[in-house]
């Protein structure tokens, strides 16, 4: 399916999430800025992009730092680009309050960066020439939105829907809150025309209705058990610290863990395993899964396909 005149999608794998730049006679903007360690990268694609044209404003679905962690260089780059985020997120991005904001819970990077305005539920916004509607989207994360473009019958999903599946249910780590949540987002989806996905991480796709029909699945697997979902975001925050240094000594790998808070809780919660144990099974998991590999005394990286 052929994307409308102006807008652009840059697929950035899954250390950053994609960004989507929108370009017309009136303005460029970008939905979501990926992740801190490839800000140089974003920076350029961007440029090369806009071609000379300020870039006036970013959009992030949520302040997870793969999805705002290029914020602050585009902004320094571009000093009158305008900052939007989620209306719940506002005053802790404006007071930079590092407790409620979730980059160190999650052990992600995430350079200080302003935001000017906030995003709104049903709010309208104008991107490449077309309305595009905003839907809050709980579960992945709390506050976080999805845009609809009904004209074209196009989705960003953010992390609330992949081709094959969704992002880690983050907040039932902690508690009981987000299986009901990614649940009934899905279900927003599923009620809209949607004829074209771009999601936050992977390719674009059409076949909506088996991508949602495989959500609801996972989501079904996981709710019956949230020892499940503590596991899968044990390895994912793990693989994303992985992805980020390419390597860390085997040795390190307890100290590592235990130094990401939401790592910490999810194991007492779900698993209490004590800091060697869980080091050894979550290493195990990630060899397994294809995900990394053990060279001599170190655990490595192995990128994921698209």
């Known amino acids: 399916m052929k994307l409308p005149d102006g807008m652009h999608v840059l697929e950035r794998g899954w250390l950053s999430s994609n960004n989507i730049v929108f370009i017309d006679d009136e303005r460029t903007a970008i939905v979501d800025t990926g992740y801190k360690s490839h800000e140089e990268q974003t920076l350029q694609l961007v440029q090369a992009l806009l071609a000379g044209r300020p870039l006036d404003a970013i959009y992030n679905t949520h302040l997870h730092s793969d999805h705002c962690g290029g914020n602050r260089i585009l902004q320094e780059a571009y000093p009158k680009v305008r900052t939007s985020v989620p209306e719940a997120e506002f005053r802790r991005v404006e007071n930079w309050e590092t407790r409620l904001l979730t980059f160190k819970a999650t052990g992600q990077r995430c350079d200080k960066f302003r935001a000017e305005e906030s995003v709104k539920a049903n709010q309208k916004i104008r991107l490449g020439g077309n309305d595009w509607v905003v839907h809050c989207a709980p579960g992945h994360h709390p506050y976080s939105y999805i845009l609809f473009c009904e ?29 009901k949540e990614t649940r ?45 979902n503590a596991q899968n975001g044990i390895k994912v925050l793990t693989k994303f610290l992985l992805m980020d240094k390419q390597r860390v000594k085997l040795s390190e790998v307890p100290k590592l863990l235990a130094s990401v ?20 099974w979550t290493v195990t998991q990630l060899k397994r899964a294809g995900a990394a590999r053990v060279e001599g005394d170190e655990l490595v990286n192995i990128e994921p396909a698209n």
């Open 184 to 228: 009934d987002t899905l279900d927003m989806i599923e009620a809209m025309d949607v004829r074209l996905v771009i999601p936050g991480h992977g390719r674009p796709f059409t076949q909506v209705q088996e991508a949602i029909e495989a959500a609801h699945s996972r989501l079904n697997y996981l709710e019956a058990d949230p020892l499940r």
């Open 261 to 280: 808070p939401l790592i910490s809780v999810a194991n007492r919660r779900h698993l209490s395993y004590g800091e060697i144990h869980l080091a050894y």
């Open 151 to 179: 004209k074209h019958g196009i989705l960003l999903s953010a992390d609330a829907l992949w081709e094959k599946g969704f992002g880690v249910i983050f907040p039932a780590l902690d508690s009981w809150a987000g299986f």
